[in-house]
């Protein structure tokens, strides 16, 4: 099975309860710590993989697309490539954020997309 648990992996899920924010809340908030704390060992079954969903019935534009999706989508991504961290998750939260703050976020903004800062 392909798991994809909506409280880590939906995209159209809001990354907080600030009204500003756009997405649902149905199932909590997603951000790109919770898609990174998902461990797909937690359940039970013959998964083949993780998969991130992003519903468009909230969305109205690209930017909103890019918003929703960038960074919490790399998380879900990294937890598919490695289930568990070698390290506290602090640990590794902090060392793959860097990441992405130092490889990725330059990359999205020369392409000008909308994406979430901390």
């Not at 060992?41 to 969305?59: E, F, M, P, R, T």
């Not at 568990?84 to 997309?113: C, D, L």
Request: net charge negative; hydrophobic share 40%; proline share 5%.
């Amino acid at each position: 099975m392909v798991l994809s648990p909506a409280a880590y992996t939906y995209m159209d899920l809001a990354y907080s309860d600030n009204p500003n924010e756009i997405g649902l809340h149905w199932a909590g908030y997603v951000d790109e710590r919770k898609t990174f704390a998902l461990n797909p060992n937690d359940y039970k079954g013959d998964i083949i993989g993780v998969q991130a969903q992003l519903w468009s019935s909230q969305l109205r534009s690209f930017d909103d697309a890019t918003y929703q999706m960038l960074p919490k989508a790399l998380g879900v991504a990294e937890r598919g490539w490695s289930a568990e961290p070698n390290e506290s998750f602090e640990t590794a939260f902090n060392r793959f954020y860097s990441i992405i703050v130092a490889r990725e976020m330059p990359e999205w903004e020369q392409k000008g997309y909308v994406f979430k800062k901390r």
